[in-house]
Each structure stands twice: as structure tokens, then as C-alpha cells.
């Protein structure tokens, strides 16, 4: 609570002004999560079609759009906010512990950026996150469980079998013509490089 008016007012346009950039900076990262675990073969391959003339994922756009606004309709924004930060903390968690392993089982992969001090920086990102996850609201964690058991049922009669992985596929869409180069970025080890960043 701010006591002054002045500052009360500031504080409440900022979050005005902000709110809408991160709704829509993490309903264009989810599309994209999306599209590639579509074009995996993890979601139905239809979510993974590319827009003829925008060259852009709209099926899956659409379709995470539609569940948005439902959600948003029918809850408020505080909801909402919990019930996103659960798995986004998730996931920084484990991108902070994939990081590491990563450093030791691949030490001389290419990178275009290193964090320094990783072994101090990750597991201290890893205890944030969990205390901030413990701190959530009750229901936003019970939610957030059960999203993920959903999610693993769906994996294991889904996903699991139509995966490439699974069905030995070892086509690269990032090796296609059309497809933009990685720039600068290095591929995951054993991939392919794209052909815009062969010399």
C-alpha cells in the first residue's frame, strides 16, 4: 500500500503500462513452445502449420489466443498472475539446473554467452524460485500439480509415441531451405549446423 496519492498513482500506471507488454511477451513465448513441441511431434502436427504468406505459427497462435481469453474473461488478472508464475518459476528452476548439467556433460560446446559463476548464480536461482514457489497461494500450486500430471498423461498416450525422438526422426526443420540462420547461436551437440551458418 502506498500512502501517498502521487506515488500511488505512479506505481498503478506503471503496472497499467507494463501488464499488457508481459501478457503478451508470454502468450508469444508459449505460441512458440508450442509450435516446436507441435513440430517435435510432442502436440498434433497441425498445431505446427506455418502461415503461407507471415511465415508466422498462426494455428497454434489461434488456439493458445482462444484459451487466453477464456481464461482471462472468467478469472482476475491476481489469479491469472499466480497461477502463471508457478510454472514460469518451474521453469526458470529448471533451466538453472539444466544449465549446470550441461557445463559438465558438454564442456566445450560453443557459447555464445556464459554466465559467470554458474555453480553460485544457479543454485542460488534454483532456492529463489522454490521459495517464491512455496509462497505461492495454496491452489495455485494444487493447479500447477495437477497441470503437470495432466501434462505427463498426455505425454505418456501421446506425445511419447508420436515423438521423432521415439519414431527415430532425424530431419532438422532448422536445415530447410527457407529456414532463418541460428545467429550465432550453437546447435544442441551432435546437431546439425544450419546451412546459413556453414563458412
Known sequence: EVSNPLFGNLVGLAAAIAL???VLLMMY???RVFFVMARDGLLPDRLSAVHPKFKTPYVVTIVTGIFVA???AFLPVGTLADYSNAGTLFAFAAVSLGVMIL???DPNRPRPFKTPAIYILAPLAIIGCVLLFVNLNTES????VSWTIL???F???YGYRHSHVARGVTEVPELAA???GSIGVAPMPGAPVPPQDRD
Open 20 to 22: 499488457p507488454s508481459v
Open 29 to 31: 513465448g508459449q505460441t
Open 70 to 72: 477464456i481464461a482471462a
Open 103 to 105: 557445463r559438465k556433460k
Open 141 to 144: 500450486k494444487l493447479l500447477f
Open 151 to 153: 501434462g505427463l498423461i
Open 155 to 157: 505425454y505418456f498416450l
Open 178 to 180: 527457407d529456414a532463418p
